[in-house]
């Protein structure tokens, strides 16, 4: 095998070069602009932003509901620090609205 390396060496050459040089042309006249592939990538992540901010909402809907029960059970039982349970629960349910909403404006989404 090695004398038939020897043998055609200039054509191995001759074909490796021709190889490479269509490799390198077909990349390079596929290659595509950097622009396009940002574009897309910002519309996607845009879309994804309102279905998050969507989602947020929901969240706190839930942690709404979760915290009207738990202030309920307290109240109805007599815990005196009924009103602090209730302020947190509101609190964190009124921050996850404020922060969907902030975001999408800042943004400008």
Same mark, same amino acid.
């Given at each position: 095998?090695?004398?038939?390396?020897?043998?055609?060496y200039a054509?191995?050459?001759?074909y #490796?070069l021709?190889?490479?040089?269509?490799?390198?042309? &077909?990349?390079?006249?596929? #290659?595509? /602009?950097?622009?396009?592939g940002?574009?897309? +990538? $910002?519309s996607?992540?845009k879309s &994804?932003?309102? $279905?998050?901010?969507?989602?947020? &909402? #929901?969240i706190?809907?839930?942690?709404g509901?979760?915290g +009207?029960?738990?202030?309920?059970?307290?109240?109805?039982?007599? /815990?005196? /620090?009924?009103?602090?349970?209730a #302020?947190?629960?509101?609190?964190?349910?009124?921050?996850?609205?404020?922060? +969907? $909403?902030?975001l999408?404006?800042?943004?400008?989404?």
């Amino acid at each position: 095998m090695h004398s038939f390396i020897k043998k055609h060496y200039a054509s191995i050459r001759r074909y #490796a070069l021709l190889t490479a040089i269509s490799c390198l042309t &077909y990349f390079i006249t596929h #290659a595509q /602009d950097g622009n396009a592939g940002i574009q897309e +990538a $910002t519309s996607k992540v845009k879309s &994804y932003f309102s $279905t998050g901010c969507n989602l947020m &909402y #929901a969240i706190g809907a839930v942690v709404g509901l979760v915290g +009207a029960v738990k202030v309920f059970n307290k109240w109805n039982s007599g /815990d005196h /620090d009924t009103g602090k349970v209730a #302020a947190a629960w509101f609190g964190s349910c009124i921050f996850l609205v404020v922060v +969907a $909403t902030v975001l999408k404006s800042f943004f400008g989404v």
